[in-house]
Structure formats: C-alpha cells, structure tokens
C-alpha cells in the first residue's frame, strides 16, 4: 500500500478549526450570523485566507471576492478543486459550508504533512454569497465563476437591507484582482452536511450524493367570494379556502406517487381570515423538488391541472406564478463512483442519495466534473442554531474528501 | 272578507322610514355604521321612538336599552310582539334589523288607518345589541330581557374600543326605567332579510323560517415540526399544513355526509409560513352549523376524531378549544304555520328553511311561542354595505307579518 493510501486527516485539528472559524458572528446557542458580504463574513474570509498562506499556498481572489488556495502539483495542470463556503443564512448554525471549506484546508494540511506531492495541483475554495439570505441568488459566487452572471449585474443586486452587493464589496474590501472563471478546474469535490436526517436514519456515516433536485416555487393565488358561514349552502359557495385545502392534500399525493417527488405547501394566507366567512381569497406556495427533470414537469403539470380543475368546479379563479425554477443536476457518474470507492476503501458505512438542498457543486457541475460528499446532520436541524454534526462524522467525511481528490490529482 | 283579510301595509311608506332611519351612522356606499350603544345607535332609537309616539303607542324602555312601542289591545293581554334591532355591524347595510323594527311600525300604522281594533296588545321592539360587533355577547338584548344575562353582568362588558356597555348607556342616556323582562309576551314574530342566497337562487318571495341552526366554533392548534422542504423526505415529516389541508377538505366531507351539515373552515395561519419550510404549527378554526342538535354534535366528534386520527398519524400535537356553542333552536309549529298560511293566502311564492344565522327570535323562542319571516338577500350579501333587498319583498314580507300578527292578536 502506498504511503498516500494510509493517510487520515487530522480530526481534532480539523475540529479546532472549526471552532475558531465559527468564532466570526458567533450568535446565542452556539450558532452564526454571517451573512453574505458583511464584516463577519470578510473576517472569516481573512481567517480563511490566513490559514491557506499559513499553509503556503498560492491566493486568488476574483472580482466578486471567491477566495481560492492553490497547493502546486508536479505539472502545471488544471486544479483539483473542494471547497465550499463560510457565508451562513441569518440564524444558522457552524456546519454548513465551513465543513467543506476548512475540511478542504483539513486535506491539503494532511498532504503538506506528510509530504505528498501530487501531479495536479490542488485547490481549496470559499464562494461568496452560497446562501442567498442577503442578497438574491444564492449560489453567487459559484455562478459568477461559472459565467452564468456578471460581476457587474451580481455587483448591482440589492439586498434585504437595502444595501447592493457591490457597496458592500467595496466597502469590505471583498474584490480581489482575479478575473471569475480563469482559473482552470480539472474537477470539484464538496464535502457538505446533509441538512437533513437520512443518514442519521439510515445509521450511515458518508452520503454519496448523486445529484441535487431540481426545484420549482409554484405561487397560487386563489379568488372565490366571502360568504355567511351560517347562511351559505355549501353547493353555492366559492370557497377558496376549500380549493387551497385539497391543493394541500394533492402536493401530499404527488409526493407519494411520483417517483423521488416532494411536494410542500409551506406557505398559505387566507382573506378575510375569520371564523365564520367563507375565505374569498388564499394565497399559497408548492415547492416541487425531484431530482428527475421529466418527473419535476409532470408533477407541476398534474397539480396546475388539478389546481384549476377543482378550482373550476368551485367557481374559483386560480392564478399562477413560477417563482423559481431550477433543473436537476446529475453529478458525473465516474465522480460518484470515485466518491463511493473512497468511502468503501476506508470501511465507512455509506449511501448513494440525492440532495434536497441546493449547492455550489451543481453550479460547478457546469464547469467541470463534480460531486458532493454528505455527513449526517443530527435530527436533520439546518439553518438553525441547533445545527450539529459530530465529529467523527466530519472527520470521516475528509477523508473521504482526501482519497476522492488524490484519486483524480494524480 | 272581513277588512282585516284585505288589509295591506304602505309599500313606500315603509321604504322612506327605512331611508330616513339609514341617514343615522350612513357611511359610503349606501351603508351603516351604527355598532351597539354608540351615538349614532342612540339617534336612530330616538328617531324609532319619536316615530312609536307618534302613532299613539305606549313606550317602554327597560335597563338595558330595549325600546318597545306597544298599541292598546280591546283586552289587557299579553302582547303580539314583533320587532328586531337597529345596531349594524362597522360596515353594514341598511336592512338587516332595519326591516324587522320598521317593518313592524309600519304593519301598526296599517291598523291604524284601518282603525282595526284587536283583542290583544300588537307591539314593537328594537332590541338592543344584536349584532355583537362592538360588544360580546349578540343578541345582548334579547338575552337580558329573557333573563340569561343580568343586566349587571352586561354593563361590565368591555367592547373592542375599552369602553363598556355601562359606561356607554350612561353617556348616551339608553336605560329606561322598565325592567328587563317584565312585559308579558305572548308570541314573537321577526321578519328579517335572509342574509344568504337561498330565497333569490330559488326564486321565493318569502322565507318560512322553522328554526335556527346551532353554532359551534371549534380552534384546533396544530404542532408539527420545521423542517427542509428539500431535504426531508415526506414519510419523516410531521407537517401541521398537511394536517390542517386534510381538515378543511374533511369540513367540506362532513357538509356533504351530514344531513343539513355546514362546515367551515375561514382561518387558518400557519407558521414559520415561508415557501420551502414544512410548516411546524398550523391554527385553524372550523364553524359547525346545523339545526339538528343530534347531528350537530356528531359532526363535531367525527371531525375531532379525524383530527386527531390524521394528526396522530403524521406525528402532529392536536390541542382544541371550543370557542362558541349555541344550541339550535326550532320555531313553535303553530307560529311557523301561521306564517306559511299568511304567505300561502297572499299569494307569494315562498319555502320553509332554517336560518344560517342568529337573531334575537331565536332568544324569543325561550321566552314565548317565536317565529321568523325571511325576504330575500341580493346576492345573499349581508354585513356589507352592499346589502340590499328590494321593495316588493321588504313590501311582501311586511305584509305576511301583518296577517301572522292578526292571527295570534284575535
């Protein structure tokens, strides 16, 4: 067995790190409130910047403020990229994003140790702005490193706060002299925590993420007429709460039909909203997520259908909004496979899954090879204070992190 | 034909009396704002007053604020009461109540035209606060004159504006000196507009009215738990907006399977209410309405049964609170019949149904044999400034209550 097959990374270390990183808008119970662009967020970026000079390796930082550490290979190649990032959402937790950011740094850390050399080099990555709490979209960074969006339009977006994105970059000094994107990137690895409980279910401790659903905000506004309560016949009535209700219990029949589908109706508000009038109006959301781009559009098709089915049997107007519509990503099958080896290799109990939640690795699944690796999140919390992993789960995850990238540096 | 038989009320008499009383608390629209106990309440009592006096009636105004108008039978009998109330919601029409005191007005004015003499007293009430809006209970008036409320207990009743009944009867001078109660009654009979569709979609005239639905208002508080609409699968989720969507569509069953059943749900407020969070509680109100005590409370216990069946199902605390619980309350037969033969002899189209809604005869019925004679609601709208009912059924229904106050007043 060759010396790099025997390396483990440092799990306390790693832990420590974490630690300090989450010293930087560290909020009551543990949590972190760092929100895209915001001195808490450079802070941890210089933290993170300081740690990769410590480490020796090369800095760049583009236009939109994506930090990146670069550890030469043998030959001047494409980089082997992880990463992640170090914004968090306005209550979140010390998990998501710097888990992947410093067990990125937690690797390189471990082959400068042992003094392995690699024929790509390898890179670590902080994106800008993954969350999206701030300033809209999320995924920001990766997005304009992809080239999906300028740093001119991503500068001019305008935040919750009132503030743009491009104040606050240049007031926080983010911009760095790289253009997004010149980098050239052989592939990308992002060690993540799951944000939800299947793993913990499941007794698993790597989760080898497949894809990333796809993602579809369906808005509903539904117009019936108030009526009496008491005084209205149920067959004369315009109810739109009653169409609302049986939109409800239909995104719940999707999710059990249709293969890999979630349907949530998260969000409903009713007019007048009183005890004994009939709701002349309600406005609700369905959040649609598969993972398979067909089954993602037949379910919208099937509950707009049966949305203005019901709702014209009711004698109810229905009108309809797409908010967002993200297609599914599939990551590269031979990265998976990459992923699955590495986890089996180093005995870890594991299972291919599919993410619910949105990343910067399908933004890179553009750009070039991709894949994530999930670690179990306790009770599924995420974007919470409550938010946790444990250690030993972290540290298997960068090993797992370690043995994909070494795979496919040399 | 004795006289009487031939005997019709003045049409458009009647209607200025209902435009002159609608300039007391006129708002925009052609509406009412006339809550219980205020000025504009007390002006157009001053104006019903002034009007009683001036066709000779006797005045009796008791504690609370009831007005009576009674006219001199041949014997000193109890009375042949008709009548309803005067106070409107914030925004109301200018015919719920309205129609019922003036109604009745007009049918003594009728008689004494005609100089028709009867053996028992023939009066008129203008009961207070029926509506309820600015203080609880409704029917305040009524149920102080059949002695359920003290009139002590109602005056410490604090109203949505921190005011209380007492204070407000001083200020405005409403008490009088009769006691609550003491005028002996021998039969009821209100006419009122409908409030609900029921008369216009079937093309009656007059509304044989042979009860009242009781009420119940049921709160469910439903306690789920947030959760990641991506990242949690559907069979892990204990989502309280799955359970409340089941509720409403289940109201809607039970008004469908429950013979003269109407169920409604007209609030509901989820929380955290955000698009891709599975909702941790949903608050939900469900108003049963039906005439039948018996089925009324089994559509109560079917529907907390299913609650907490589907709740305990997915994983979702149910608490319930009884918030209203009014007994249905069905008219004296022979009253009832009274009204269809006066509707059947004038020659109006006309049906027997039950009232959707509460109103002071319901009250009465306790008291005294009790009756209601509705005409039709335009478009079923009432509490609205929009309520309107046309001359000829107003007309109709004045007249039907002449001839029904004849048959018992001989």
Known sequence: MPTSK?????????????????????????????????RADKEARDFLEDRMRALGLAIHIDSIGNLFGIRNGRESKPVVLCGSHADTVGTGGRFDGSVGVLGGLEV???????????????GVVSFVNEEGARFTPDMMGSLVFRGDLSVEAARRMVGIDGTTVGG?????????????GELPVRCYVELHIEQGPVLERDNRTIGVVEGVQGIKWISFTLRGATAHAGAM????????????????????????????QRATVG????????????????????????????RLSAAEERLSLFVNDIAGTEGVRVEREVRVDVA?????????????????????????MISGAGHDAQVMAGVCPAAMIFVPSRGGISHNVAEYSAPEHIEAGANVLLHTLLRFAD
Request: hydrophobic share 40%.
């Open 6 to 38: 025997r390396l483990r990374i440092n799990g306390p270390r790693l832990q420590r790190n974490l630690e300090d990183l989450a010293r930087f808008g560290a909020i009551a119970g543990g949590g972190v409130c760092r929100p895209a662009f915001g």
């Open 108 to 122: 390189l850390e471990t082959l400068n140790e042992a003094g392995v050399a690699t024929r790509h080099p390898l």
């Open 168 to 180: 606050n970059i240049d007031e926080n000094c983010y911009a760095g002299p790289s253009t997004p």
């Open 233 to 260: 016949p149920i067959h004369l009535r315009h109810d739109a709460a009653y169409v609302a209700g049986a939109t409800i219990q239909y995104a719940r029949q999707l999710s059990l039909q249709v293969d890999g």
């Open 267 to 294: 969000s409903l508000v009713l007019s007048p909203n009183l005890v004994n009038v009939v709701a002349e109006e309600a406005r609700l959301t369905v959040d649609l997520r598969n993972a398979d781009p067909g």
């Open 328 to 352: 599914p990503v599939m990551f590269d099958p031979s990265m998976v496979d990459a992923v699955e080896n590495a986890a089996k290799t180093l005995g870890y109990s594991y299972m291919r």
